[in-house]
Nanobody
Framework: QVQLVESGGGLVQPGGSLRLSCAASGDISRPYVMGWYRQAPGKQRELVADITTGRRINYADFVNGRFSMSRDNAKNTVFLQMNSLKPEDTAVYYC???????????WGQGTQVTVSS
């Protein structure tokens, strides 16, 4: 079992910044991928970015250079630095953990990000 605890969400104005964090605990001794997803009301969940143990990162096209993801393997923690936020970025942001074999997948509780003037 893996537990994921997210933090860092909140209310920001357009153009503002937030830094999300996700700390993993439990059975995390094997290689894994961690990612950030988001889901707006009435919309399906979509990938924002993910990162491997080797720190290879994939970003969704809508990120457009505004976000950066990083990983602290020693602390089993990932971060998402979000800059130049837009109203369309408003969503619940979820942390995801997936084992390299794809047999284990876990989700955090989500953290609300609201971008509004």
């Amino acid at each position: 079992q893996v537990q994921l605890v997210e933090s860092g969400g909140g209310l920001v104005q357009p153009g503002g910044s937030l830094r999300l964090s996700c700390a993993a605990s439990g059975d995390i001794s094997r290689p894994y991928v961690m990612g950030w997803y988001r889901q707006a009301p009435g919309k399906q969940r979509e990938l924002v970015a993910d990162i491997t143990t080797g720190r290879r990162i994939n970003y969704a096209d809508f990120v457009n250079g505004r976000f950066s993801m990083s990983r602290d393997n020693a602390k089993n923690t990932v971060f998402l630095q979000m800059n130049s936020l837009k109203p369309e970025d408003t969503a619940v942001y979820y942390c995801n953990f997936e084992s390299a074999a794809g047999t284990q997948q876990y989700w955090g509780q989500g953290t609300q990000v609201t971008v509004s003037s």
